[in-house]
């Protein structure tokens, strides 16, 4: 990279940044150019060199966020396939799992692109895409595999890994969507939450009745 | 009811369903109370009679409808007490539920309120409360039933309750939150997302291994 590109691409994370942050404060409707190029210190004329639009700017936001998460959740389903003791490496994965999808900026994006869904089908699907369904293609592959070594009993592996998500992530996320930034969950809550959805799916899919 | 009282509250009603298609069509923020009152035949000095501001018709349509919903979903899950073929009953209420939750309308005013749950935390706290907190106390006073009649084997029972309510609606209820409109489930996929749930819930909280 020259001089001249690290100073666009720095330029253009502090826009990105100063985004999250006008964004999270007013939603999508409220949100202006004119503060996201105050924030990040930049002109108007340099906001929009980098972003055409603020439906762009929102779009690469969102997606930028939903990616370096979904890369290190895939990273650590895949890990599962050596699992040398499945029940706790599937507690440490819910856990890990779901102290990512709670966090706060994350959370507030999810509700924001949920809210927006119907104006902006596209970034929805993205969402989807991105975020569970990456989790979910991961899980499909480690359940499969995990079932021809004889530690798992899943028949319809992408139903299995939907099912394994929702009983460790939903209700915390559930509550958090209508709750706002009100009484979040505890790290004690979460771990109980993690802990007793993979009980619940290993009763259902695991080798050994309880 | 006199004949004005009479007349009154058949306006209200009408100004309410003109609100339903104005809130859906435009979101909150986009939502004005002229519309409303043009699409319901009422003057806006009438709308501003029955709701003060836009906030509180907005909150008045989100509560009205999602009541409806509650108190029917309830009743269901009470009469699930007396049940003789529990596998069965509880297909048959997954089905019932999950075919409730989906529809359209309380989609998009669910979208609505999670997008707007920031600027609005009562609303949001309301509509987990009135929906699904009336159905987890539900189910939970009926788990705890059930238990004792030696039929389930649950501990916690509101912990079991939203493990069966999510395991029920959890994935056609995500994917309609981003998708919008588009795409929706079919009959025939939602009917297997609810037996495949209370399959994987019987296999923790039943009383026969699989």
Chains 1, 2 share one sequence.
Do not use: C
Request: overall charge neutral.
């Amino acid at each position: 990279m020259t001089a001249r590109e690290t100073a666009s691409a720095t330029r253009r994370l502090a826009i990105l940044e100063a985004a999250r942050t006008v964004f999270l404060r007013h939603g999508y409707m409220g949100a202006s150019m004119d503060e996201v190029a105050a924030l990040a210190g930049a002109s108007k004329q340099t906001v929009y060199k980098h972003f055409i639009d603020k439906e762009t700017l929102f779009n690469e936001l969102v997606l930028t966020t939903l990616r370096a998460t979904a890369d290190s959740v895939q990273a650590e389903v895949l890990d599962l396939r050596d699992s040398g003791d499945l029940a706790a490496d599937l507690r440490d994965l819910a856990r890990r799992q779901l102290t990512r999808v709670i966090q706060p900026d994350l959370l507030q994006l999810r509700r924001l692109v949920i809210g927006e869904a119907g104006r902006f089908p596209e970034l929805g699907r993205a969402f989807y895409e991105l975020g569970l369904g990456r989790t979910i293609t991961a899980l499909t592959d480690v359940f499969r595999n995990l079932t021809e070594r004889g530690l798992l009993t899943v028949d319809d592996a992408p139903l299995a890994a939907e099912h394994f998500n929702w009983l460790v992530v939903s209700i915390p996320l559930n509550r958090a969507m209508f709750f706002g930034d009100d009484r979040p969950a505890t790290p004690a809550q979460l771990r109980r939450y993690a802990d007793r959805g993979v009980d619940v799916f290993l009763a259902a899919y695991g080798t050994t009745s309880r």
